[in-house]
């Protein structure tokens, strides 16, 4: 299904009110990309949440479009999780040398967003700090 952005945005804000607090949009709501709205919504929404729980705000979701999809990027003013970027959406416990930090939490929810966002057809990939992001590959066509 092709449905713009700002459809799919609005999806997340109607079932999350609170996640619109501290939340800057940058670029073009307009843009359509080509998957299952319910279904990417439920990702960002958990994208969002997790930046709200465990970050600091403001929250910047930028839409970035290029010829065959857009990328979505999330990040906030925290420092960001210090994982290497293939471990960030596994669970917590899944090797013997997992983080045992305090507040580190299992990232059941940034695994959810992962398999989930597979299962709609969008990639979502972790730049590690200093310059941290979660960013969704949504195809457009």
Same mark, same amino acid.
């Given at each position: ?27 073009? %709501?307009? !843009?359509?990309?080509?998957?299952? @709205?319910?279904?990417? #919504?439920?990702? =960002?929404? *958990? /994208? ?24 979505? %990027?999330? !990040?906030?003013?925290?420092?960001? @999780?210090?994982?290497? #970027?293939?471990? =960030?959406? *596994? /669970? ?50």
């Amino acid at each position: 299904m092709t449905v713009p952005i700002g459809e799919i945005l609005r999806l997340v804000t109607a079932n999350r009110p609170d996640l619109e607090s501290g939340l800057v949009v940058q670029g073009d %709501t307009d !843009t359509s990309v080509t998957t299952h @709205p319910q279904t990417l #919504a439920r990702v =960002i929404e *958990e /994208l969002l949440d997790n930046s709200k729980r465990h970050g600091e705000p403001p929250t910047v979701l930028t839409i970035q479009p290029h010829h065959d999809h857009i990328d979505l %990027t999330v !990040t906030d003013q925290g420092p960001g @999780p210090n994982l290497p #970027a293939d471990r =960030i959406y *596994e /669970l917590w416990g899944d090797h013997p040398d997992d983080p045992t930090t305090p507040g580190m939490g299992t990232r059941l929810g940034l695994h959810l967003a992962y398999r989930t966002a597979q299962h709609a057809g969008v990639t979502l990939t972790y730049q590690p700090p200093p310059d941290w992001n979660h960013t969704l590959h949504i195809p457009t066509t």
